[in-house]
């Protein structure tokens, strides 16, 4: 081996001690802005992945994920997909008190509830946490200032605004560690604006101010929280790199057919042949790459088509989608769409079904819905009452299912009116109490209640019809 060749395999041992030495010197601090980022890195710092394959660096902002919902149709997907299957059926409240029923349903009807539940959930996944702020005519001039009346009526709730972090930035915060909203907001500085978007042309025209409101009207909605009860994790956060990923590999097959279609050209020009106009030959060339010209005028030159197919990016996405499944804990189905009636969808299915239950259950439920409902009953809106809800079931059931379903449960009801009878008890049970009794779904209709109480009837043991 000559010596030029060892010299070289020296140098080359020698950057590799030299990226490995502990006496390197400190990584600049340039590189250390971002939160994180040094999980990405390589060989003390010196290589960082992130930076190498294009990663956003440092924290990323509120604008970021915004421009990402509003312009990514799959980080859409993400931030979209549970709040619209948590919401798409309605909850029942339950209550001994009909009139409390009632009149939370007035309300929630006359407030368009439903779809502002929807639109709150949605928005406070784009950034950190988002709000609702509740329009309430309750005699005070200042928003600053606290909700302090305890005898409003329903026609005093004028409205319900759902409010991105943008919208509602946490101003202060209570610091007293003694009182029971220690490290929540006090205030929020909201922003008030009217703003007219031209479809046509984009152009946007707003006027508006901010203003500042107090907590007790405004409804907080953070998820997956992490160090407090203020900000959760951003629904785009964990996966944002995948979603740049999924980018690249869309854009870069798009231009690959786009530069397919135009072919690329060779012009081969025999070094023996004098060109008439150079400029002129130039000029029609670009052209033919512009798409402007079709033909040409060769003399001693000959053109090849050298391009070649794409590859197939298939397989490159799908590890994009699986890694964003994976990340999110969902079927790969939900970001990508399914055919319906195959075996591995309906497992998918009832994965799902059972994330969204549990989502209802212990988030939507408490951090919205009795939020506000208990909002209403501290300002004398609605009776201090005991009530429930309860969230239909979202797992489909077939009629067969269905029809043992209905059987089992009139067996049981049976046993259990017999039980009351031997007590001393009433020998009827009317339908509220036989749904609470066997905690069946608010989505089974009245009819297959009375029938089940009907089943009940005519089977009844002859010893107790006597009774």
Partial sequence: MSKSKNRLGYQKRKRKQNLLSADSPPVPSSRMGGIGDSMYWQFGGRRDISQEVGYKQGPISFSEYDKQYDRHGLASRIIEAQPIDTWKKRFIIESEDDDFIKETESIFKSLSAWQNFTQAD???????????????????????????????ESSDLLYLRPLTQDYAQVKTVNADPKDKRFGLPELYKVKVSNILTDPSTGSISSTGSEITVHQTRIIHI??????????GIPRLQQVFDYLFDALKIT???????????????????DPTTQLDDKEETSRQIDEIILQMRSYIRTKGMEIKNVSKDPSDPSNHYDTVITAIAAAKGWPKRKLTGSERGDLSSTQ??????????ARQEQF???VIVRALINRFIDWGILADVNYDITWPSLFVVDDKTKSETIKNLADATKAYEEARLMAGGAPSISQREFRKVFSLPPDIPDEDIQAMME????DRMPDVQGV
């Fill in 348 to 357: 998918d299915e009832s994965g799902w079904n059972g994330l969204i239950e």
């Fill in 222 to 231: 953070a998820e997956k929280l992490k160090n407090d009860r203020i900000f």
């Fill in 251 to 269: 854009a870069s097959q798009a231009e690959a057919y786009w530069r397919l279609v135009g072919g690329v050209l060779q012009f081969n020009i």
């Fill in 122 to 152: 949605i928005i406070a996944g784009i950034g950190a946490y988002g709000a609702i702020l509740i329009g309430v005519n309750d005699g005070v001039a200042k928003l600053s200032d606290p909700v302090t009346s305890t005898d409003l």
């Fill in 364 to 366: 939507a439920e408490p």
């Fill in 455 to 458: 089943m009940l009837q005519r």
